[in-house]
């Protein structure tokens, strides 16, 4: 079946601009995530949408990092005034169900350069 | 406070030899934990999970993981490894918190297959 995709796969952008990546979870999976992972490093939580919940937006790094979801379907990263830190990978996943024990199931991400 | 130790950055073995990737949590709560394995320029990839029920839980691709609370352990172990297990492995600590989900992930570890 069809698992998270994200789009772009890549993204090369100039220092200053506007990004804005996109999050199709799996159909009927409530939960959504972002993360990001920086070269050599392990991930690090962006936000959190729990269905129509209030996001956990606790791992966003500032206020030039924000993100919507509708309902329980697709999801969007922007990234404004991009600097060249913002340069990684981001990382979606969703899951089932709020519970700790329901695993992510992860997109293969969409690798942004800032140059 | 809960964390995820992962105790080797860098592992390298001979195809065919046995694999052990060492993984320790600190968690007030009781965990649930996973390990997840990531391919060069691809998502994050469910290998397995331990949610309360057999300490010692089976995943794909012939992992396995013992989760051993004495030891606040959940080593990732596979009997024979092939070429294609050369990956980054991660181990993950999810707990709830506050109506989220919190989830906490080692730094990784990047496992070598050589023939």
């Known amino acids: 079946g069809a698992g998270v995709s994200q789009s772009p796969s890549n993204k090369v952008t100039e220092k200053g601009k506007d990004v804005e990546l996109r999050c199709d979870p799996i159909s009927g999976h409530t939960a959504l995530y972002w993360y990001r992972q920086r070269l050599g490093q392990g991930l690090e939580f962006l936000i959190y949408f729990q269905g129509n919940s209030a996001p956990d937006k606790s791992g966003l790094p500032s206020d030039r990092f924000s993100a919507e979801r509708t309902g329980e379907s697709v999801s969007t990263l922007t990234i404004q005034r991009t600097q060249q830190e913002d340069s990684a990978v981001y990382l979606c996943a969703s899951s089932s169900a709020p519970g700790s024990n329901q695993p992510q199931h992860f997109g293969d991400g969409t690798r942004l350069s800032i140059l | 406070a809960q964390s995820v130790t992962q105790l080797d950055s860098h592992v390298s073995v001979s195809e065919g030899t046995p694999v052990l990737l060492r993984c320790n949590y600190s968690s007030s709560y009781s965990p649930s934990l996973f390990w997840y394995v990531q391919h060069p320029n691809k998502g994050l990839q469910l290998l397995l999970k331990y949610t309360s029920a057999a300490t010692l839980v089976k995943g794909i691709n012939g992992f396995e993981a013992e989760f051993k609370k004495s030891e606040t352990s959940f080593h990732l172990t596979k009997p024979s490894a092939h070429m294609s297990d050369a990956a980054e492995y991660f181990c993950?600590?999810?707990?709830?918190?506050?109506?989220?989900?919190?989830?906490?992930f080692g730094a990784g570890t990047r496992l070598a297959v050589h023939p």
């Open positions: 993950v600590v999810i707990y709830l918190e506050g109506g989220y989900n919190k989830l906490i």
